[in-house]
Each structure stands twice: as C-alpha cells, then as structure tokens.
C-alpha cells in the first residue's frame, strides 16, 4: 500500500525552522557539568532495583576515519595511523569492565549499535576483539532478540568481510551512500563507485543480515533534481529495507570540515526544497513507508510493522523497534540513558585516557529527570512515534488534567491546527497527513527549555 506524505510547499516553508530532532528530552544542551560519576553510578543501581529491570542497549563510538567528509560535523579523528584505533580499543575494553560491574548480569543485552567516525576503521580482527569483550562483560540475549547493528563505510570493507561480520554476530548494517554523483562526491571529499554499494548489498544479503539500510544526503553542493533523482533511482532498484535520507545543514562557522565546501556550490533553499518533495514522491511510490523525520521502510520492515502496532521506539539512535532499555554509551562523546537520567563521555581521548587510568568512568556531563520532565517526554514520544496522544492515558498515569497543565502548549499548536497539520479535540491530538513532515515542530510546543533563538539546531524539515 503506498504511504499517504503530502508535501504543501507553503506550509513546509512557513514551518521549516531550526529545532531539536528528540533522540531525547531535554536535549543534550541542557546537560550539566554538575551530574558526575557518582550521579552514573547511582543511576545505575537504581536501575538494577526496579521491579523488572529494563533490557540493555550499548552504544559503542568509535572516532577513526581514513578521510574527511566536507560535510560531516561528527565527532571524529583523521589519521592513517592505525595504532591509534588499537590503542582506543584497549581503552574500551577498560570502559566496557567498568560499565558492566555497574549493571546487573541477569539483565540481557538485546541491542548494539557501533557508529562513529566510521566503525569499519577498525579490522575485522579488532571488531571480534571488541565484540567478545561485550560478551565477556554482558548478557548477550539470544541471536533471535538481538539487534547488533554497525554503520559501513563501503569505501572500507570487502563482500568477504561483510561475510566475517554477519560472522561476528552483527545482523543489520547501514552502508553511508549519501549521493552516487561523481560531482557531488568531489566536492564533498567522498568519492565511491555504485557498483562498490551494489557488491557489498549483495554480499550482505547472502551472508543474510536482517536489515540492510542505505543513508542518503539531500542539499550537499551540486546536487540538482536530476542528478539526486537519478540516485534515487539507483537506491530504490537495490530495494534496501530501510533508507534514511538527511537534511544537509550547512554551518561552516559551526564545523570546519564544511568551510572547504566552495559557497557557490551550495544549491539555493529552494532546490533543497524540490530534492526533499522529490525524494518523499519517489520513495513513497516505491512502496516505501514513511516512518518519520528522515526514515523510511519497506512495508514488511521491523520499523514499519512497529509504527503499525504502536511499539515504535525513539533513542539517541533514531527509531528503534525494541522495548524501551537502558541504554550504555562506550567511548568518547557518547551518549547514554540510565534510568531517569542522561549522561555524556568527555570529547577528548586524551582525557579519556586518563579517566580510565585512573579506574575511573569518563562521564563529563548529564541530566537527571524531573517528574516535569518525564511527563514531557512521554508526550513528545508519543507524537514523534505514533503521531498521536490521548489526554487521559498521560492524565491518568500523571494525574494531572492535561489541557490545565499544557494550556500554554495547546495555545502555540493552534496555529498549527487551523493550518490543517493537526487535531485537536477532547480526546487528544493527531498530526494528520499534511502535518507529518512537521512533526518535530508539534513536539517544540511541549519544551519547556526550548530557547527561540538557538542556531545549533538543524533546520525542523
């Protein structure tokens, strides 16, 4: 059945503004200096006594790249030296026995994401390295309840080595695509071939990953309608079970890396306009499902299936088809949730270094949650992932009256509701079809810290 995602180009325009994307609520700039090691640790234990302890996830950055990407504004290190990554992975195995005396070794662990950087920096010999270091420290839960994903650069890996993954116990990949024009490729430093993508899709299908994903970039330099569509063609006759196709936002004052984009390169506002109503068009006539934000599946996907039946998920991930967990962040910058509270590696591996040397955990900063907060964010869940929410299922499980409590909220989605993006009436809110692109602007409305004039956001559309 192909997904309903009309694209209004007059109200995309008027909504299309800077905003959070809530992986989490409150976001990371309301993290604090002041929540320490010992906040962790105590979050942690907290989180052992619950009556029935959450799963674990774990999410693993590793920093390393060959190359610069022009456009990326991650956390990385550039370096042809390969003993730096073997060193980093000592000092994660550190991390990880610290982490793991932490939690409770009956509680499974049911995901694993490596991101980066680009986790294929590291050898297939290392990656098993890493891989039975978790072992040894956690509960793996069994293969079936497994999601154990890494993010592929194709420019790194081999089809034999996608093999020795899957080996390794990974079951989903997401290859970085991002344009297969050789224009764009220059002029942002990363250069592939299509049939490079097409070997490895093949090789992980055979070696047989579960979910194999494909991110895509809309607005890099030189892109045009025909050029992105003929990409787009490309994408969908590999038929990757799900696509993620980012907004490019290009803040060179922000990121270096993006001050060696040529400025005459950068398509106008408008074009970035007609790639994302041309990508919507093309990947919803294929047959793809719009899931939110920038994700896409095919109908039979984990993701679309859980958008179907209400058990959508969002993390620092994006979204996410298993149970709500308690989430471990292993290395620098990353990023966890324990219990009722966030909390963030220190940026450096110098400092982390030293952390660790000293026994200690390389948390730099994080969040514990208010009453106020986790009602926030039950709410803003809700309408990212489901796109809708009952007054009396927040009512009764906060015992608050709902349109007393978000008077001021209600009042700012008015507009949004005589736009015709959204329903209001007794029994909730709906974000209705013309109003699912803007679905993080309906969440703002709930965000009690949300600073009107802050620039660091991605634009919301």
């Not at 009602?375 to 009396?392: K, S, W």
């Amino acid at each position: 059945m192909q997904d309903t995602l009309p694209f209004i180009r007059p109200l995309v325009e008027k909504y299309d503004r800077p905003g959070p994307r809530y992986t989490s609520y409150p976001t990371a700039p309301q993290f604090q200096a002041a929540f320490a090691e010992d906040d962790y640790r105590a979050a942690a234990e907290y989180s052992n006594r619950l009556e029935v302890p959450k799963p674990l996830s774990v999410y693993v950055h590793i920093p390393f790249c060959h190359s610069l990407c022009y456009y990326c504004a991650c956390n990385k290190i550039i370096t042809h030296n390969t003993e730096r990554a073997a060193e980093y992975l000592g000092w994660l195995e550190r991390e990880i026995a610290l982490q793991a005396a932490l939690f409770d070794g009956s509680r499974r662990l049911t995901q694993l994401h490596l991101g980066g950087g680009t986790p294929t920096y590291l050898s297939n010999a290392q990656l098993g390295e890493l891989m039975a270091a978790l072992d040894a420290a956690f509960h793996f839960a069994p293969p079936e309840d497994r999601e154990f994903s890494l993010e592929v650069d194709p420019r790194t890996v081999t089809p034999a080595q996608i093999h020795e993954l899957r080996a390794l116990g990974f079951n989903r990949l997401s290859f970085g695509v991002q344009d297969f024009d050789r224009r764009v490729q220059e002029a942002v430093n990363r250069v592939q071939s299509e049939a490079q993508v097409v070997e490895l899709v093949e090789a992980a299908r055979e070696a047989g990953f579960q979910s194999i994903s494909v991110d895509l970039i809309y607005g890099l330099p030189l892109q045009t309608v025909e050029s992105f569509g003929a990409t787009l063609d490309k994408i969908i006759a590999l038929r990757p079970d799900r696509i993620a196709a980012y907004s490019y936002a290009h803040l060179p004052e922000l990121f270096k890396a993006q001050r060696l984009i040529r400025p005459e390169d950068m398509p106008p506002p408008e074009r970035k306009l007609e790639l994302l109503e041309l990508t919507i068009r093309r990947l919803t006539e294929a047959g793809y499902v719009y899931i939110g934000m920038d994700h896409f599946a095919l109908p039979e996907d984990e993701l679309s299936r859980a958008k179907e039946n209400g058990t959508l998920q969002r993390n620092f991930q994006g979204y996410s088809t298993h149970a709500d967990c308690d989430m471990i962040g292993l290395g620098v910058t990353a990023i966890g949730k324990v219990g009722d509270s966030y909390s963030q590696n220190v940026k450096e591996t110098a400092e982390y270094q030293a952390r660790l040397e000293a026994g200690r955990l390389p948390v730099m900063r994080g969040y514990r949650l208010s009453d106020e907060d986790r009602l926030r964010r039950d709410v803003i869940n809700a309408l990212m992932c489901h796109g809708r929410l009952e007054f009396a299922d927040i009512e009764r499980r906060y015992a608050i009256d709902f349109r007393r409590h978000f008077a001021e909220a209600l009042e700012r989605l008015a507009e949004m509701r005589d736009d015709g993006l959204i329903a209001i009436d007794e029994h909730g809110i709906r974000v209705l079809p013309a109003g699912r692109l803007m679905m993080r602007n309906v969440a703002m409305a709930f965000d009690a810290y949300l600073d009107p004039a802050a620039g660091r956001y991605s634009r919301t559309v």
